[in-house]
């Protein structure tokens, strides 16, 4: 009994301690492909990718650290900027090992009119589940970066962490890190 005892807490222990945290600030030039526009052009098309992460969708463009509103455009080099455009659908996508704990900062443009958008993640591609409203509400009202998190605790692949408009919207920056597994 006191083995089995011992070979369920190794197992547990391993489990806990194969998640990995992995950080992925776009600030890599060489992983930033343009699409139908240059990179500091919105577009629908650009993608940012870095091993098992890649990031697309929009219309969207490369935010460098540029003030907007008394705020940097980006801590590092770049972050995304997604546009005041009623069909955003800006999507992550962690390909393999899945993911436990993720967080991300967004900002937005100015408070007019108000950034609505829908923070959702899916373990299939199909369904999404709703993590929080990305509102002037949701930013304290206010231009700085606020960190915005949620928990998967999936080892699928395919995991997928989207920001979608919900209408008429704002221009909000994306900067992000998500903890996968190893």
Known sequence: MRKQMLLMLSLILITV??????????????????????????????VYSDGLFSATGGPALRQTTSAQDGQPGAFGTYAWRLGNDQNVNWVITIT????????????RWDGDPSPDYNLE??????????????????????????????????????????????????????????????
């Not at 301690?17 to 098309?45: E, H, K, P, R, V």
Request: charged residues 10%.
């Open 17 to 46: 301690m194969s998640w990995a945290q992995t950080t992925i600030d776009f600030d890599t030039a060489a992983n930033w492909t343009a699409g139908s526009a240059g990179l500091g052009s919105y577009a629908s098309n650009h």
């Open 96 to 107: 393999s090992g899945g993911v436990a704990d993720y967080s991300m900062k967004i900002r």
């Open 121 to 182: 993640y899916s373990t299939d591609g199909v369904n999404w589940t709703f993590v929080a409203a990305i509102n002037n509400s949701a930013l304290d009202n206010s231009s700085a970066w606020k960190l915005f998190s949620g928990t998967i605790n999936s080892p699928a692949d395919n995991i997928k962490i989207r920001l979608v408009a919900n209408g008429t919207t704002e221009r909000i920056m994306w900067m992000t890190s998500a903890g996968q597994a190893s």
